[in-house]
Nanobody, 127 residues
Framework: QVQLEESGGGSVQAGGSLRLSCVVS????????IAWFRQAPGNEREGIAG????????RYPDSVIGRFTVSRDNAKSTVYLQMNSLKPEDSGQYYC????????????????????WGRGTQVTVSS
């Protein structure tokens, strides 16, 4: 069973940075995607960064392009989300998620494609 555990959330002032980590264990798949989603109170969960494990392609929505970067360290079975120039609207619960193996459109960052989810880590950005 794939398990994901996020860490690194916290409180930061606008303009600051945070790096989130997602440790992946029990993963029998070599392909597919790992992605970061966030959910603010009263809002739907949205995909904000995706990483294709087969070709290392990444994808971000316009709201975070140039500010967020997803990367991985295979030796540590960890995927990171580096968040710079944070804004108050970036506040929310951040989740990492993994597809069950290969999903050809997983960089579309659509929730139904992602089978395994972590419990999340809270990010609060104050103005």
């Amino acid at each position: 069973q794939v398990q994901l555990e996020e860490s690194g959330g916290g409180s930061v002032q606008a303009g600051g940075s945070l790096r989130l980590s997602c440790v992946v264990s029990g993963d029998p798949y070599s392909l597919g995607c790992i992605a970061w989603f966030r959910q603010a109170p009263g809002n739907e969960r949205e995909g904000i960064a995706g990483l294709s494990l087969g070709n290392s392609k990444t994808r971000y929505p316009d709201s975070v392009i140039g500010r967020f970067t997803v990367s991985r360290d295979n030796a540590k079975s960890t995927v990171y989300l580096q968040m710079n120039s944070l804004k108050p609207e970036d506040s929310g619960q951040y989740y990492c998620a993994r597809t069950r193996g290969l999903e050809s459109r997983c960089l579309a960052l659509e929730e139904p494609m992602y089978t395994f989810w972590g419990r999340g880590t809270q990010v609060t950005v104050s103005s």
